[in-house]
């Protein structure tokens, strides 16, 4: 069974700093593309960061020049970090990805999602 947990969450000021990271785990036999969403109270879950299997990388201009998305393979983890941070990047961040647990085999998962909190 293939997990994906994200971490690095929590509450920062505006103009603030956080790195969110998703590890997937289990029997994996290659991560394939993962993505960031987020989900705001009363608001749809929109892309924030996706990354390709190659490294090539899509930035929602919402977060455009703030945000960023990178991975190591190696670890089968993503990274999103989050810089100049507002209020309105308050949400709960969920990780998504394309995962093999077996040769062609390719399914996708999603994280349970941390919360982040921009507030004074």
């Known amino acids: 069974q293939v997990q994906l947990v994200e971490s690095g969450g929590g509450l920062v000021q505006p103009g603030g700093s956080l790195r969110l990271s998703c590890e997937a785990s289990?029997?994996?036999?290659?991560?394939?593309?993962m993505r960031w969403y987020r989900q705001a109270p009363g608001k749809e879950r929109e892309l924030v960061a996706a990354i390709g299997f190659s490294g090539g990388t899509n930035i929602a201009d919402s977060v455009k020049g703030r945000f960023a998305i990178s991975k190591d393979n190696a670890k089968k983890t993503a990274y999103l970090q989050m810089n100049s941070l507002k209020p309105e990047d308050t949400a709960v961040y969920y990780c998504?990805?394309?995962?093999?647990?077996?040769?062609?085999?390719?399914?996708?998962?999603w994280g349970q999602g941390t919360q982040v909190t921009v507030t004074v």
């Open positions: 289990g029997i994996i036999v290659s991560v394939y593309s």
């Open positions: 998504n990805a394309d995962v093999a647990d077996r040769p062609n085999n390719v399914r996708n998962y």
